[in-house]
DNA sequence: TTATTAACTGAACGATGGTTCATATGAACG
DNA sequence: CGTTCATATGAACCATCGTTCAGTTAATAA
């Protein structure tokens, strides 16, 4: 340790802190400045810990994507309903937990370096979703269906709910993941053909 | 008419052109001087013509919405099942045939102003959605079931399911009406309970 | 104590972009 | 024609940040 090692702030709090305006002014509406004052530091030593305001943005969306590390990666492979309950709950669960950074996703669209993130996390999901409804199918759970098609409208579907719960706070999170469950699994019909 | 009355761009062309920029660029990234240019006027002239930015924009905005107006109203009070195909075909085409403006509703989170429109759209299509379901219910198309929460559900999936296509552009319109008709009135599982 | 240097400060710089305004243009009217 | 005035022009103005940097502070080593 060499003379006046210690920071006065850790950088893990401007983090915190610069999430926490991001997500609900904006990235554009949230200035450099601001932060500082919300931290207790000045602008210039913002800069010392990061380059600029892209990349400080940029290092608090690693940091907060980092534990996302697939806890969908252990979902029941011989139960496909209970699979897709699962799915459904921690997904739901997840970005209620981390609505911060999924308000961001959604709020920042014009944000390009963003868009490959969501590109990969649609495939990513896209696959797992598919992966369910194939086992369904196989083992005679689940009717035969288009598999691509209807994975990209369960995605979108959830997606939708979260949205709808961050934008209007319509919708408690566990009733929400039983209604959507319940939706998609078994429909509104009463005697499904 | 007095002493040249003749504008040399009509104000519905920079309108048309705004609504071009505005949903592809996003709000701020979108300059008076770029509008200008692509109108073939002088910034000077668009603020003759609006008070400034904003107003372009809203008044932009409301000409985009204004045609809107319920065609969601003669729905088949009689067929439920009929009511909600035609209601979410209707609503997924109206959104890619507009889908200029409907990327701004969802691109430009963090406008203010824009939230209570959202709102409002968003109540007024629960309503409908409500209604379908309440009916479907009493005639015994439907199960039993939550219908404030079931409506919501249903409302988010259709906007995801736009949000899909108008993001990463996946999915055929008329394919996906379907495919999310089928999955709400059906589910995917083989024998409904 | 003194020297060293990492960490910090905040005024100043510069770029950007919304808005204004002095000036120009030209169609309509007398 | 010449006058009028709605319309148009675009340079200049100004406010807002992101970013920089010369100077300050204070912890550690000597």
Redesign the pocket.
């Known amino acids: 340790?060499?003379?006046?090692?210690?920071?006065?702030?850790p950088s893990s709090k401007i983090l915190k802190v610069a999430l926490a305006l991001f997500s609900s002014r904006g990235y554009?509406e949230?200035?450099?400045?601001e932060i500082a004052q919300n931290v207790?530091?000045?602008?210039?030593?913002l800069?010392?810990?990061f380059k600029?305001?892209?990349e400080l943005f940029w290092e608090l969306i690693k940091d907060q994507s980092k534990d996302f590390i697939d806890r969908t990666k252990n979902l029941p492979e011989d139960d496909p309903l209970k699979a897709l309950r699962t799915y459904i709950a921690l997904n739901i669960e997840y970005a209620f937990q981390k609505r911060q950074l999924i308000s961001i996703f959604f709020r920042e669209y014009n944000l390009t370096f963003l868009k490959p993130l969501r590109k990969k996390f649609f495939k990513t999901q896209h696959e797992i979703i598919k992966d369910i409804l194939t086992a369904g199918i196989k083992r005679g759970t689940f009717r035969p269906m288009d598999v691509e098609d209807t994975a990209s409208i369960i995605f979108a579907s959830i997606r939708g709910a979260i949205l709808l719960k961050l934008i209007f706070g319509i919708g408690d999170v566990k009733a929400m993941s039983n209604s959507l469950f319940n939706l998609i699994t078994n429909g509104i019909r009463k005697d499904a053909l």
């Open positions: 340790m060499n003379h006046r090692s210690v920071n006065k702030v554009s949230t200035k450099m400045a207790g530091l000045s602008v210039g030593a800069y010392l810990r600029n305001k892209e």
